[in-house]
């Protein structure tokens, strides 16, 4: 009886240690899952390389990068809706001249041209890049061609 009594009693410590093991959480950080991510993203598995990014952004909602490179991902496919949000919440959390770019060229891709415009000339503000004067120039001969009419184009002397 006393064996028995003694079993009920430490029958609970013994399940509770068992199931903490099945519980034990991801033991890769945010970081460390963007960086998994990127990798499958060089090896052109985008598949992976998206389930890490949200695996990442779950781990750490102010993980800016993690946002970019999805973001990155959507793109890649043609979803400019979803990577214009991506890149939208990378910004609101981190105002970096790369995402910048990028969504630019989204919006460029939407036919938003005039905000493509703003968003470029911001990146170019923080840092001249030869990817983001590119950008800039694929953007000025979509307005021209488009014939669509953007202020900040016309202040910068470049209106037709």
Known sequence: MRLSIALVCIMPFFISSCV??????????????????YIYELRGRYDLAEKE?????????KNWLAYYNLGNIYARRGDWDKAQDLYEEALSIRWEPDVLNNLAYVLMKKGDYCSALWTIQEAL??????????????????????????????????SR
Do not use: Q, W
Not at 20 to 37: F, I, T
Not at 53 to 61: C, M, P, V
Not at 125 to 151: D, P, W
């Open 20 to 37: 903490s093991v099945v519980l034990v959480g991801d033991p890769l950080s945010s970081e460390e899952r963007v960086n998994l991510g």
């Open 53 to 61: 990014y949200a695996k990442a952004i779950r781990r750490d909602k």
């Open 125 to 158: 503000k923080k840092h001249v890049k030869e990817e983001y004067t590119k950008t800039k120039e694929e953007i000025v001969k979509a307005i021209e061609n488009s014939g669509v009419r953007c202020l900040s184009l016309e202040r910068e002397g470049e």
